[in-house]
């Protein structure tokens, strides 16, 4: 434990909850929540005798000492050299483009070779979140898809990302590989999102009850029964994109979950080769948590999309030799 804080109630703070006066005091960081475990771990006390009660109430002139638990590393989190193209980097958080076929955070399957271990080997300022040593993962990119993400180094990063995400004032747009052209040039799908209830794997737009999903598309290039299409979204569903381009009839080069196979053989051989949904979050803009400086970032999309595009370009224009 830390040498501690000492708060006085005063009057306004008289007969609240432990935990909800001392979040007062604290500020922010740690949430409420947060507190109320830590003074169940024995990190608070109340003039001068240990309290574990999250809920005891607190009385004008009590004294409540707050000594914050040391930030621990968790042993199941391992640091690993894996190379990373940084895009920005201060004491408060790290922007990144992330590679296709790098997995974001450690779960059953993948519990070494992540976004998370590669981010514990590169940052040496990590200051904690909830306790721990470990980046704040504010969102998150699908193993396969490509692109820009930013990732909170300490808690009062993480809480203040987490709020604009929450508020959908992050810019985020992403460029996508579809087999099949929308008819219109530019459009708006705002669906319901939830779990597919005939595979729990995978999400649905035809759900009962879900929560809204809203994406702003356009054409940037028709590919003569393909076409490149630009994403904005208003909010970020887990697979939000590639479920609004299948709905709309323009399923993703390369993907195996929502895509259909492609009639045409060549486009079948192009999404063989990506071996990856054709999708790369291409820019990430928001507000600098600490600073509050409009920060935005832009990565082109990575060398795999770049070939796809490229087959795609060469049919087309063999198709339409004369």
């Known amino acids: 434990m830390t040498q501690g804080r000492t708060f006085v109630v005063d009057q306004d703070r008289d007969g609240g909850r ?40 607190v009385r004008r002139g009590d004294r409540i000492l707050w000594r914050e638990p040391e930030v621990v590393a968790r042993p199941d989190l391992l640091a690993e050299p894996i190379p990373l193209s940084v895009l920005f980097e201060d004491e408060h958080l790290i922007v990144i483009d992330k590679p296709a076929g790098l997995v974001v955070h450690p779960a059953a399957g993948h519990q070494s070779g992540t976004l998370v271990n590669a981010l514990l080997a590169h940052c040496q300022d990590l200051r904690g979140i909830g306790g721990e040593i470990r980046p704040g993962i504010v969102h998150r990119l699908d193993r396969d898809t490509s692109g820009v993400m930013v990732v909170a180094k300490h808690e009062a990063a993480l809480n203040g990302l987490a709020a604009d995400f929450k508020r959908h004032t992050i ?14 040039s530019s459009g708006r799908i705002a669906t319901l999102h939830g779990r597919d209830p005939n595979d729990r794997k995978k999400f649905s737009v035809r759900v009962l009850h879900g929560r809204s999903a809203v994406t702003n598309w356009s054409v940037i290039e028709r ?12 909010t970020g569903r887990t697979h939000q994109v590639r479920l609004h381009l299948a ?42 948590p600490a600073t509050g400086q409009d920060l935005r970032f832009e990565a082109p999309p990575p060398a795999d999309f770049s070939a796809a595009l490229a087959a795609i370009r060469l049919l087309l224009a063999t198709k339409d030799a004369p």
């Open 247 to 288: 709905a709309l009839g323009c399923s993703l080069f390369g993907d195996a979950v929502y895509g259909k196979t492609p009639r045409n053989v060549a486009f079948k051989e192009i999404g063989r080769t990506l071996a990856r949904q054709a999708l790369h979050a291409r820019v990430l803009g928001f507000k600098h």
């Open 18 to 57: 432990l935990d909800s006066v001392l979040a007062v005091f604290v500020g922010g960081t740690p949430s409420r929540s947060q507190l109320a475990r830590q003074i169940g771990e024995g990190a608070v006390a109340l003039n001068d005798a240990p309290c574990l009660n999250a809920a005891r109430k």
């Open 223 to 234: 590919l003569g029964g393909a076409a490149r299409i630009e994403a904005r979204l208003e």
């Open 171 to 184: 810019e985020r747009v992403y460029e996508a590989l579809t087999v099949g052209e929308p008819s219109e």
